[in-house]
């Protein structure tokens, strides 16, 4: 882990940055979210790729692949976090001020 | 918290950028990774002991294929591979270096190379045997066709070593270890090298022991020729000690009663056994020649020349047999020097003095038996005597003071039977002959030292016309 963070470190700081970005617009995004039943199977989907990078089940290249994936993936979605809760924090939204 | 669940479920839009960065982070750095964890994993290789290692890198799962010398040697490296950050999964295939039973290491020298083929234990004992190969062999090509094996006896480097010093004492061979058995074969390169190398064989690593040695020496060749018109004896070759050639050069003086000996002698180990017991009598039966050479080559003795006379040549070949150790072998070519011609009575005596005044003829001590040394000088007078047919001779016996007279009285006169007997046994008629004794009544110096008695105990030749 720390091996790749240090050897892919810029295209995770891109994943982080892009998850920040969005988090940043989706405090305010008025589109549509992600329905609940298919948020659940994306996360069962999810949690079946962590087991099976846990468990080193996918040999050579693809496993390489799916490691720097889901850490991607993992850092995007902190980075998403820490942007909707830094826009909410900072910017209340004229809507809750009402 | 109920805020980031509502957000959470707009991030999505994001994961389309997401994807396309990370199928440019895979495109770009995975052939990089792999190049890093293959430098990594050879580096934590290199000081554990394998043959034939191969990496191969796929994402960061390493393959490692390689030949290890044990069982440890194999997790050892497995282990180093894993403890390698980065790595994921280690797919060994690696295996144990094949064991040979029996394991074999050999080193033979032909003409222009030495070639080292069978098993080594290491790759480390296989470039320092190699090593020492080319700095025992001095410029000889040396080829090393070995493979690396297991099951090598203990101590093998140090066996290794010492006989591959051995090849550079052979002319061409094979020496070869088997398990813990030597074998030598060839032919060395020196004269004394067969027992050079059977010298350091003692001295093999513990476990060792030789199984066969048959490296042949280079012929142990000694020579004598003897020349008539140089009176010379000269003696060439080799002798096992300075012992020998004295007992040899002493040998030559008393049988070579008028020639030189010259000694050009080498001392030389590896003489065939009995060299000296061989040598003595051959140098008996040259003096009988009138020109000749003795070559001894190994156990062949090969005698050449011309015999005085018609008798002696037949006596010499009667007789070259007996004498020699047991597994000697000896071939002779005798023919018989022509007559020469006739002389009067007065050039006969002269003949005969001149012969005398050089040797004398010896006895054993007290007694009247020939001693084989004068065999030389009796075949000289003989032929003296041939060459005067018309005359008789007597031969006077005389003894030194010591004694009684009487006993000195009779071992004369039996000396000088016994020098007529060998005359009439050569060939000649015993009419001409006549035994006198004189005892010690006619000294020809003091009797009071060793030398004077010496000269006093001695055969003399009287030739007379006869009536």
Redesign the interface.
């Known amino acids: 882990m720390i091996f790749l963070a240090t050897f892919d470190w810029g295209w995770l700081l891109a994943a982080l940055l892009l998850g920040f970005g969005m988090g940043w617009i989706a405090v305010v995004h008025r589109g549509h979210g992600v329905p609940k039943n298919l948020a659940r199977w994306l996360a069962a989907l999810v949690a079946a790729l962590l087991a099976a990078a846990l468990a080193r089940v996918i040999p050579g290249r693809p496993g390489y692949w799916l490691d720097l994936g889901l850490l991607m993936l993992a850092l995007y979605l902190i980075g998403c976090g820490i942007g909707s809760c830094l826009r909410d924090w900072l910017l209340p939204r004229p809507a809750s001020a009402s | 918290m109920r805020?980031?669940v509502?957000?959470?479920?707009?991030?999505?839009?994001?994961?389309i950028?997401?994807a396309v960065?990370?199928a440019?982070?895979?495109w770009t750095?995975?052939s990089p990774?792999e190049t890093?964890l293959a430098g990594r994993s050879t580096a934590a290789l290199k000081d554990i002991l394998l043959d034939k290692s191969q990496i191969a890198v796929?994402?960061?799962?390493v393959a490692l294929a390689a030949d290890a010398f044990s069982e440890q040697g194999r997790r050892s490296a497995v282990a180093a591979i894993e403890a390698v950050?980065?790595v994921?999964?280690v797919n060994d295939e690696t295996r144990l270096v094949p064991e040979a039973k029996p394991f074999v290491w050999s080193a033979e020298r032909d003409v222009v190379r030495v070639t080292l083929t069978g098993s080594s234990p290491l790759p480390a004992s296989k470039g320092k045997l190699l090593e020492a190969a080319r700095a025992d062999l001095g410029g000889v090509e040396v080829v090393d066709q070995t493979n690396l094996s297991r099951g090598a006896p203990p101590h093998f480097d140090d066996a290794a070593l010492l006989l591959l010093n051995q090849v550079a004492k052979l002319k061409d061979g094979k020496i070869t270890i088997s398990d813990s058995k030597v074998s030598l074969s060839g032919m060395a390169r020196d004269l004394g090298g067969r027992e050079a190398i059977a010298a350091s064989l003692k001295n093999l690593p513990e476990g060792f022991s030789v199984a066969s040695n048959e490296i042949k020496a280079p012929p142990y060749i000694f020579q004598a020729n003897k020349d008539p018109v140089t009176q010379t004896l000269t003696l060439t070759g080799y002798v096992p000690d300075n012992n020998v050639r004295a007992a040899i050069v002493a040998a030559a003086g008393r049988k070579f009663f008028s020639e030189k000996v010259v000694n050009n002698l080498k001392e030389s180990l590896g003489a065939p056994s009995g060299f000296a017991g061989a040598v003595v009598p051959a140098l008996g039966a040259l003096s009988r020649l009138s020109t000749g050479t003795l070559v001894v080559s190994d156990r062949e003795v090969k005698l050449s020349g011309d015999a005085l006379y018609e008798a002696a040549s037949s006596q010499l070949r009667a007789n070259l047999f007996k004498g020699f150790p047991q597994g000697w072998q000896v071939k002779a070519d005798i023919s018989v020097k022509p007559a020469a011609a006739p002389v009067d009575a007065t050039v006969c005596q002269q003949l005969f003095s001149e012969v005398l005044a050089k040797g004398t003829i010896r006895f054993e001590s007290g007694r009247s038996n020939i001693d084989p040394d004068s065999v030389g000088l009796l075949d000289h007078l003989i032929e003296i005597a041939l060459r005067c047919p018309t005359t008789n001779i007597e031969v006077a016996g005389h003894t030194d003071a010591d004694g009684d007279s009487a006993t000195n009285q009779a071992l004369s006169e039996k000396r000088a039977q016994a020098v007529v007997d060998y005359l009439v046994k050569a060939g000649l008629p015993a009419t001409r002959f006549t035994a006198i004794g004189y005892g010690s009544t006619q000294p020809v110096a003091a009797n009071g030292t060793d030398e004077g008695k010496a000269k006093n105990r001695r055969i003399e030749f009287v030739v007379k016309e006869q009536p």
């Open positions: 805020g980031l509502r957000w959470s479920s707009k991030w999505w839009p994001g994961t950028p997401l960065l990370w440019l982070a895979a750095s995975t990774l890093e796929s994402g960061r799962d950050p980065g994921r999964l």
